[in-house]
């Protein structure tokens, strides 16, 4: 079984636009070609005719047992800022069931005090706290604001909340492999380490540099995710580098499904 806790609905060519069930309906397909039993989906900090909205999402596919939404919080961006009242109402209806924050992009640090009230709702629904850290797909975002290291402070903050480090916090894995292996309330996606498909070099890098993660940080199916950033990557070529890491049977089963469906509450049942 295998669960993609990283993926988006978006619409990245904006040469083109695109309505979101045709994005969904690729998306299964993906899906379906690499053999995903399931998908997370991450709506957008950002709201336009490229990235629905979380009410327009849950509209489209809030009954499909195929994936789980996820919210993503609008902060700084422009002047429609999530109403965190409203963002509460649908995560105690099931309607999503995590939030994602999109420091550096939304020009907070992962640290700002203005959040407290996210991780109050998220401790309260027990929800977990999705963080984008590490390279932006964007020249105007603020890497300072999305070091993985700020994930610390959260995490001792809030002990009651469990977070996930997207994309390992790439560059900085090392920084990422400490903050693991000090909280055990935060995980780690393995997500958007490559744009389109992996090459083989710069796979081969990849794979050494998650390797040596592994080994500071200890037991990897404790706290890794398996997810892709589709479609900002390809899930094949995803599905072919997870293989590589040479992960042991109980590590590889922790990683490929069982610590997403613990985080998000997903009847796996449902998946066989």
Known sequence: MLIDCHVHINNYDST?????????????????????????ILTSYFVNEHRPHVDEAIALLGDDPRVTLIEGLRWRVDD?????????????????????????????????????????IAAKHKVPVMIHCGDTYSKHAKLRQAHPLLVDDLAVDYPDVDFVICHLGNPWFQDTAEVLYKNDNVYADI??????????EFERYMVQRVRDMITYMGDPGRQLLYGTDWPLAGMKTYRKFFDSLE??????????????????????????
Not at 191 to 200: E, I, K, Q
Not at 248 to 271: G, K, P
């Open 80 to 120: 429609t800022r999530t109403d965190l009242f409203r963002m509460e109402e649908r995560i105690a209806a099931g309607q999503v069931r995590g939030i994602k924050l999109y420091p550096g992009y939304d020009k907070y640090a992962i640290n700002d005090p203005s959040l407290e009230g996210v991780m109050r």
């Open 247 to 272: 992960l042991d049977e109980d590590a590889r089963d922790n990683i490929a499904w069982r610590n997403a469906a613990r985080l998000f509450r997903i009847d796996v049942e449902r998946l066989r």
């Open 16 to 40: 083109q636009l695109a309505d979101p069930r045709q994005t969904a309906d690729k998306l299964f397909a993906a899906m379906q070609e690499s053999g995903v039993s399931h998908a997370v």
């Open 191 to 200: 997500s958007g380490l490559t744009l389109g498909d992996f090459h083989y």
